[in-house]
């Protein structure tokens, strides 16, 4: 049986296993670089142009403002 919380709703149910943070050195390469804070007049050519440069560069996406 799932424990209520104080509003009555279930609370969710607590792993066994203990929450590990790995340093990130121990974990795999990522192939996707994310770049924040970019000037708002950076434009998707504007990244294109200067990461077409490496060989492994594939595309670019940009999300837009987040908030």
Known sequence: MVP????????APTSKRPNVQMP????PPNKILFLQN???SVTKDQLMA???Q??????????????
């Open 38 to 40: 970019l000037p708002e």
């Open 24 to 27: 990130d050195e121990y974990l």
């Open 50 to 52: 200067l990461f077409s």
């Open 4 to 11: 209520a919380t104080d509003d009555g709703a279930a609370a």
């Open 54 to 67: 490496l060989r492994f560069f594939l595309g670019c996406d940009t999300l837009g403002p987040l908030f």
